[in-house]
């Protein structure tokens, strides 16, 4: 099983042409975020946040569902950038941004003992991104988007004997998608 998925790695040259197509997907799915945000009524801010926040956490899934890592050298700057532009959110400040952020790492960590080990600290650290993101009042919309889309993408993959029951799946475009929900709305 091992040498069937080192045989399957990309190469160099079109692992870097990967990077640069997800690179270009997530800036154009984050401007449309921002876009449908400042249709809705948000403020500007709002909008432009939306639309950094949602392209990173798209990049982060593609990144995941592609390698099986989500990168600390991109969740980190992206969680410190959250705490820190918390005020200039117009409908969160610091401590719906914070107390989101614990509520979902903790969330995560909980589903992660409930699934015994079926979550990594990629998913945590992304958990807690998202609800950084997010806040503490949209953490529900993320969490139910997230859990239930996981759970539905898992059902669907054993059915179709794509993965075995003690297998995995990467949990990252869940999360991420949990999060975009919870942005547009």
Do not use: C
């Not at 991109?74 to 952020?101: H, M, Q, S």
């Not at 993965?163 to 999360?175: H, Q």
Request: aromatic share 6%.
């Amino acid at each position: 099983m091992r040498r069937q998925l080192a045989l399957a790695r990309p190469t160099t040259a079109s692992h870097a042409s990967g990077h640069t197509t997800h690179l270009v997907l997530a800036l154009m799915a984050g401007i449309a975020i921002g876009g449908r945000t400042s249709v809705s009524g948000s403020a500007l801010p709002d909008a432009v946040l939306s639309a950094g926040f949602g392209g990173t956490l798209i990049w982060l899934a593609m990144h995941d569902a592609v390698t099986r890592l989500i990168p600390n050298r991109v969740v980190y700057p992206a969680a410190v950038l959250a705490l820190a532009l918390a005020w200039a959110w117009d409908t969160r400040g610091p401590v719906e941004v914070i107390t989101g952020g614990t509520l979902a790492f903790g969330g995560i960590a909980a589903l992660g003992w409930l699934a015994r080990g079926g979550l990594g600290g990629g998913d945590l650290k992304m958990g807690m991104l998202v609800g950084l993101v997010v806040g503490y009042s949209n953490l529900p919309l993320a969490a139910a988007v997230t859990v239930l889309s996981g759970g539905v993408a898992a059902i669907a993959l054993l059915a179709a004997g794509r993965v075995a029951r003690s297998g995995s799946i990467a949990y990252a475009p869940f999360i991420a998608l949990g999060g975009v929900v919870a942005l547009l709305s």
